[in-house]
């Protein structure tokens, strides 16, 4: 899949977001990935989860792990293209932990997921946490970085779109110095 075709994708469904926003790192952006938009058909999800498992396919993935809410359907179709068992991770008492008797068996080889990756701390925390449960991470996969790259996530990482977006210290944030409300369209509280 070429990156032209998954911006099509991404712009068709209303994804692709412009403003003052509150990203779940903390940090404030004038553009931000609604992947809720693009998740919604699941044409578009499995035709982009396709193209991540495809990436990893041979590898020997036999589980696949996303953090909960963004990463739960990507790890379901992810997991389905890959003939895996697809987990969620969800956090507890400020940790992401497997919960619901998700378990992985000592060195299973495990692909962890996520819908968008800025600062990479989502991902960082699932990946701690599948090597806490006995795992052992293979990658991670992520549709959209926002990184620019600089996400550091110490595992081979595949992304679809690389969309590297300004985002600024709520301090440093010249949309808040203009006195534009910022919006927090995420799923987390901060």
């Given amino acids: 899949m070429e990156k032209d ?12 977001l412009s403003g003052h926003f509150l990203l779940t790192s903390g940090r404030h952006s004038d553009r931000y990935i609604q992947c809720a938009m693009v998740l919604q058909h699941p044409g578009h999800c499995g035709e982009l989860c396709r193209e991540l498992a495809s990436r ?6 036999t589980a696949v792990v996303g953090p909960a809410t963004g990463g739960i359907l990507i790890s379901y179709e992810v997991a389905r293209h890959l003939s895996a068992r697809s ?3 969800e956090r ?3 940790r ?3 919960r619901r008797g998700f378990q992985l068996d000592p060195g299973e080889r495990v692909l962890v997921v996520e819908d968008v990756t ?3 701390g989502s991902v960082k925390a699932v990946i701690e946490a599948v090597r806490e449960a006995g795992g052992e991470v293979a990658g991670a996969a992520v549709l959209v970085d926002r990184s620019g790259g600089q996400a ?11 969309i590297p977006a300004v985002s600024y210290l709520p301090e440093e944030c010249p949309l808040c110095r203009q006195g534009i409300p910022f919006v927090k369209p995420g799923s987390r509280k901060i």
């Fill in 118 to 120: 800025t600062t990479g």
């Fill in 92 to 94: 507890e008492n400020g």
């Fill in 87 to 89: 987990l969620f991770a």
């Fill in 152 to 162: 550091a996530l110490g595992v081979r990482t595949e992304s679809l779109l690389e």
């Fill in 56 to 61: 990893f396919a041979g590898d020997g993935i």
């Fill in 5 to 16: 075709q998954v911006i099509k994708i991404f712009e068709e469904t209303g994804a692709l």
């Fill in 96 to 98: 992401m932990t497997l």
